[in-house]
């Protein structure tokens, strides 16, 4: 290993360079950053899909169960991996597009710094238990707030940038980060304030349908910003670069954009299908759905044919970033086909809620994020490092293992979705369950997560080599950094304003021609000279869909909580700390299958509890919406301390943990709302454990009791208790829904 690497200074500066320096400081630490977050992410990701295979790993730490891994790596690879990978590629292209540095270096610093310090409180709270049990955001109020304003300090040195520039025209890339900021920062916002609690709010704002629309549309637009829109403006920047050649349609860029910002956002409430949302969402999701597949698949071509156009020039020279951005595309090609077919009622009837929506989920997260990320790291790294990539063969080994991986994974995902689809919906001529337990599809499926399992494994190593081979490019750096400076003169005012080009000659009518003039895009030059205007078109495209989407969802008077007492409030609170909604829904959908499963179908006039309603995600485990009164006390506290005594087959992870840890009194007052009356919630709490622990011991015959242990188990006064009562009121109608009866004359 060499020296650290001096600065470059003003004598080091070339002859007639006057401008100031570009710095790729905060690139080279972004890279690392991201690099790390990656082998922690997947590191993750495998010992989720371990612990589904091996559920008895979560006796070794409640960190390690399946219920805090997959939220904790889905974070972590979505704000983390892929995050900060997007970090890098913007801080560097964009000073070299702008021809200017980024702006307000000291609030990049703090970005820097603030980011990762904000995951790593985020990583060790989720793995701690402080978790919301929310798709792709897990963390709870306060640290999702803190990465909210945190991505605001990015946006704002983006725009500050832009404004500063010394090019008059923004090019494409540079539109899509500005889009990608804008709407993940907007939703990251509105994420961490739907899941507010007393004493801010009292309760979370919003319930139901308007909950579940709010939280489908951060995933699907908040995550799909970044993941989507801001990895196609790196795509943007990237094929040009790679491929020397320019990019092949400029118009086909707009159209890109626009059509994102225009269709797209209307696509979330697609995963809702079979839920109580209302059915206008539904149809509107499902019509955009297959509009959307237009600008998803121009933006494949236009980038495939950049490629294309420059692989004559290029096609002796072994870039190692070209293969992983053409693999990227075509897997990005496949997610945007199946999208479609995913929104139809009949196709998420079957597998909505099965593995297959992870294969899907991982075509975009590792087949397209990681690779553009991949192809960028390996491009930029011998331009920022000044150093020679250490082995090009390294880089082709990552490839083909990073690529068998998606596809193993992928693979495996799907056929145990179909799997899964086939065990759980069969039905006998006479309308009966053929499986009617829910386990029997957990064991069909088990040699199909030992193949998800190889091929996370396969994409874990190729990462880890990777790693290796830009760590010894790294390595391999000089004593001091080369340093570009600026030579383009600072912007001087445009002298005039674009003009519309000339009608086309013809034989046509008035309204022809202008139609024809304003689908030459010229107006569009306006808005590339403006960063500000841009912005405001972008949040005003957004705002219109959100306010006619979700307008009226979240407008309406959401339901009834269900009143839960203390001890059930604080069972809430354990079921959420333990990553129970990560495998669990809470909505019976309308088909047979499920209602002679699960019970009568969840509509959206019945009681619903202060917190989000998990509508449309996956199943690892049944479906609880019903869970109240269907099963004894018994079972539940045995199910909880060892799930395979009454459950065979079952890979939930034992929760003994729970047995031996005390209740937090202060926690259960803030949760039951009684913080006024403290003593009163406590002696409730007391009160009811007490009756469950009775039952217990009435059906049990016996105090729990643990092999060589002296004395019974705590129970009364533990969290398992507390999460039985929460299990046993699922579904149940409350008293003051009961009817009264007729008084006696």
């Known amino acids: 290993m060499t020296a650290a690497p001096r600065q470059a200074t003003d004598q080091d500066r070339p002859p007639g360079a006057t401008g100031p320096w570009l710095d790729d400081d905060p690139t080279r630490r972004y890279l690392a950053a991201a690099w790390t977050w990656a082998l922690a992410s997947l590191a993750l990701c495998t010992l989720a899909g371990w612990s589904l295979v091996h559920p008895e790993l979560a006796d070794v730490h409640p960190a390690l169960g399946f219920g805090r891994l997959r939220p904790l790596a889905e974070l972590l690879m979505l704000l983390g991996f892929l995050g900060n990978g997007f970090f890098a590629l913007v801080h560097h292209s964009t000073q070299r597009l702008c021809c200017a540095p980024m702006a307000a270096a000291p609030l990049g610093t703090l970005h820097l710094w603030g980011w990762q310090l904000g995951l790593g409180w985020a990583a060790w709270t989720v793995a701690g238990g402080a978790l919301e049990p929310r798709l792709l955001s897990p963390a709870e109020a306060p640290v999702d707030l803190a990465l909210a304003g945190l991505w605001t300090l990015f946006g704002v040195q983006l725009l500050m940038t832009l404004t500063r520039r010394r090019q008059r025209y923004m090019y494409a890339s540079l539109w899509f980060y500005l889009a990608a900021t804008l709407l993940f920062g907007g939703l990251q916002i509105a994420a961490a304030l739907a899941s507010l609690h007393h004493p801010i709010l009292g309760s979370p704002p919003f319930t139901g349908a308007a909950d579940a629309a709010l939280q489908w549309w951060y995933v699907r637009n908040g995550a799909g910003a970044l993941l989507v829109i801001g990895l196609f403006g790196v795509a943007y920047d990237l094929a040009p670069r790679i491929s020397r050649a320019p990019l092949h349609s400029y118009r086909m860029a707009i159209v890109h954009l626009w059509s994102l910002l225009l269709i797209q956002l209307w696509v979330a409430p697609r995963h809702l299908h079979l839920t109580p949302t209302p059915g206008w969402a539904l149809a509107l999701a499902l019509a955009f759905a297959f509009l959307v597949w237009v600008p998803s698949t121009s933006g494949v071509l236009n980038l495939a044919a950049t490629l294309r156009d420059g692989q004559r020039a290029v096609r002796d020279e072994r870039d190692p970033a070209r293969p992983f951005l053409v693999a990227a595309l075509f897997f990005f090609a496949l997610a945007a086909l199946e999208d479609p077919l995913l929104a139809l009622r009949r196709v998420s009837a079957a597998v909505g809620s099965t593995d297959w929506v992870e294969g899907h989920q991982e075509l975009l997260f590792l087949g397209w994020g990681a690779s553009v990320v991949f192809a960028g790291s390996y491009w930029l790294a011998p331009r920022i490092f000044h150093a020679p990539l250490h082995s090009a063969g390294l880089a082709r080994a990552h490839f083909w293992l990073a690529t068998l991986g998606v596809l193993t994974s992928a693979a495996a995902l799907r056929f145990s979705g179909a799997a899964q689809a086939g065990v759980l919906g069969a039905l006998s001529p006479e309308g009966h369950l053929l499986h009617p337990e829910f386990t029997e599809a957990v064991t069909r499926v088990e040699g199909h997560r030992l193949l998800h399992l190889v091929g996370l494994g396969l994409f874990f190593t190729g990462a880890l080599t990777g790693a290796w081979n830009l760590l010894r490019t790294w390595g391999a750096r000089p004593s001091s950094y080369p340093r570009t400076s600026v030579t383009q003169p600072p912007l001087e005012p445009l002298s005039q304003a674009e003009a519309p080009p000339a009608a086309p000659p013809g034989a046509i009518l008035d309204w022809g021609r202008r139609l024809q003039v304003f689908c030459s895009l010229w107006w569009h030059r306006r808005l590339e000279r403006r960063p500000l205007r841009l912005a405001s078109w972008i949040l005003l495209s957004a705002g219109a869909v959100g306010t006619i989407q979700l307008g009226p969802l979240l407008r309406a008077a959401p339901a009834a909580p269900a009143p839960l007492t203390p001890l059930e409030a604080y069972g809430r609170t354990?079921?959420?700390?333990?990553?129970?909604?990560?495998?669990?829904?809470?909505?019976?959908?309308?088909?047979?299958?499920?209602?002679?499963?699960?019970?009568?179908?969840?509509?959206?006039?019945?009681?619903?509890?202060?917190?989000?309603?998990?509508?449309?995600?996956?199943?690892?485990?049944?479906?609880?919406?019903?869970?109240?009164?269907?099963?004894?006390?018994?079972?539940?506290?045995?199910?909880?301390?060892?799930?395979?005594?009454?459950?065979?087959?079952?890979?939930?992870?034992?929760?003994?943990?729970?047995?031996?840890?005390?209740?937090?009194?202060?926690?259960?007052?803030?949760?039951?709302?009684?913080?006024?009356?403290?003593?009163?919630?406590?002696?409730?709490?007391?009160?009811?454990?007490?009756?469950?622990?009775?039952?217990?011991?009435?059906?049990?015959?016996?105090?729990?009791?643990?092999?060589?242990?002296?004395?019974?188990?705590?129970?009364?006064?533990?969290?398992?208790?507390?999460?039985?009562?929460?299990?046993?009121?699922?579904?149940?109608?409350?008293?003051?829904?009961?009817?009264?009866?007729?008084?006696?004359?």
Not at 666 to 672: D, I, K, T
Request: with cysteine.
């Open 574 to 745: 354990v079921y959420e700390r333990e990553g129970c909604a990560t495998c669990h829904t809470q909505a019976v959908r309308p088909l047979l299958a499920d209602t002679k499963r699960y019970g009568p179908i969840s509509a959206d006039t019945e009681p619903v509890e202060p917190g989000p309603s998990l509508w449309g995600t996956r199943r690892v485990g049944p479906d609880l919406a019903r869970e109240g009164g269907r099963r004894s006390t018994r079972w539940q506290v045995t199910h909880l301390d060892d799930p395979r005594a009454v459950s065979p087959g079952s890979i939930m992870p034992s929760y003994r943990h729970l047995f031996e840890q005390p209740r937090d009194l202060p926690r259960l007052v803030h949760r039951s709302g009684l913080t006024k009356t403290p003593t009163a919630a406590a002696s409730r709490a007391a009160a009811q454990a007490a009756e469950l622990v009775s039952e217990f011991e009435a059906q049990n015959g016996a105090p729990l009791l643990r092999p060589g242990a002296g004395a019974p188990v705590p129970l009364e006064a533990s969290d398992a208790i507390a999460l039985v009562a929460y299990l046993q009121q699922l579904g149940l109608p409350s008293q003051d829904d009961l009817p009264t009866p007729a008084s006696s004359q």
